[in-house]
């Protein structure tokens, strides 16, 4: 069996969605340490082996990175660290009353992907349009994520 | 003594901003007293009555509020207008730190000749009815089969996609099921959709134009001249009225036709409104039949409001932090104008609650009481 990895939670919001989310996913890891962490105060030279990263990322105006996730992406483009053997997990939040839905997080992935980090685990969505805020399924992602990692 | 340096919180307003607010609050201040007022008997203010009903996902935001009341013990009290049934003094006496959250709810006169005609209704008005806001009536609403709605911001083109959707759709929304008639009653067969602005200007978000495209039986026009931007923003609003014009159905009973580049001159009409006017930067003239309007050109403190701001601005505030005097700040549309959808507020309400934790670290704002 391996050793658990310490759990990061990284989210990017617009409305607090996300990261009302991300308090809730936190609240639900209790066997190993787990933290918080918004996307606009991540530094991504500190991506560690040492962490399964959870992310957490909504979807803005036309299929667009939220306002809290650009300055992330942005590092992301200009540092362009090597994230090979980083893994993590990925959960879009949407509103498939609109066009692009869900397309958020997807920004956030291919760059991770390309940066050689590996997504493990469901590629979790969320729904706006069914009126409920992300945090139960979210949560149920996590439990599942986690289980098998 | 410690227990003088935790500051209590009063926000005036339980809208978007007041809330956001109380949640960054409470984040630094875990043991604050904070106490969220509002003149209604129920908080969220624009979440509930602002926010068409049928956006049911920009309305579960609410949910991230009721923690605030449930959990971080923020307090709730409704039914009190500051200014009318407590004054601000009283209020500031009570708190160490107050907030303006009240948000700007009045409709933005066109300031036309005809404007106080019957059958011309202010956006937020029809927006309120419509989410059955406790103190709005509009019983002589009668949207007949000419409508023209001006403006081209996202509230208009709420009131457009509302004003087409089946009355069933709306009564499932939680609209009352007489007014869902009277909203989107069988006899409406045109809508205009008036605005001042060329379409590269033009205000809507291009995700609420296509949204549009899913309702049936609806041939949509535009007057808009076809010609090329370098503006990527610009670009996405031209084409997404051209898709939506070229995807709508011909021979569809009802008809949508945008207006762009128009300049509201007169609303005409003997006892009620029939027609209403409109001028081009070239001086050209639209005349349109109207039995009904919706002036949609944005929002200002309301006239009975009863906290005016400016009345309490000095050369010593420093509004672009939210700062009025020591003591009372304002957030929100209140405080930079009615620009931005909800969560630009949350944005506004970090930014604000830096600045009331700086002046709270420096001078400690919490009051000496008997």
Known sequence: ?149 | MAQDSIPSVAIVGAGPSGCYLAQFLRKEFNESRITIFDTLPVPYGLVRFGVAPDHVGTKAVAVQFDRLFERDCVEFIGNTEIGKDKTLNELMNDYDIVVLATGLGGDRKINIPGEQLRGVFGAGRVTRLINSHPFETLDELEVGSHLAIIGHGNVAIDLLRLSLLEPEQLAQHGVDKDLADVIAPNTLSQIHVIGRSAIQDAKFDPAMIRELSRIPNVRFTSDAENFSVDNAEAKKRIEVINSLVASSTVNATRTVNFYFGWQPLEICGSTKVEKVRFKSNTDEILELRADAIYSAIGFEQAKDAAIQIETLISKDSDLEHGFIFEGLYCVGWLRRGPQGTIPVNRTDAKKISERIIQDFREKNLVKVRE
């Not at chain 1, 992330?72 to 483009?77: F, G």
């Not at chain 1, 498939?96 to 992907?113: A, C, P, Q, V």
């Open chain 1, 1 to 149: 069996m391996m050793v658990n990895k310490s759990v990061v939670i990284l989210f990017g919001t617009e409305s607090g969605n996300a990261e009302f989310a991300a308090e809730d996913m936190a609240a639900e890891v209790l066997d190993r340490p787990v933290e918080v962490i918004d996307m606009s105060d991540f530094d991504v030279n500190s991506f560690s082996h040492e962490n399964l990263y959870l992310i957490i990322c909504s979807t803005h105006g036309e299929g667009d990175l939220p306002s809290g996730a650009m300055p992330l992406h942005e590092a992301l483009e200009s540092v362009n660290p090597d994230l090979t053997g980083i893994q993590y997990a990925m959960f879009g939040l949407g509103d498939s009353s609109y066009e692009n839905y869900s397309k958020g997080s997807e920004h956030i992935d291919r760059k991770l992907s390309a940066l050689g980090a590996t997504r493990v685990g469901e590629y979790g969505r969320h729904d706006a349009d069914t009126g409920t805020l992300p945090s139960a399924l979210a949560v149920k992602w996590a439990k599942a994520i986690l289980g098998a990692n």
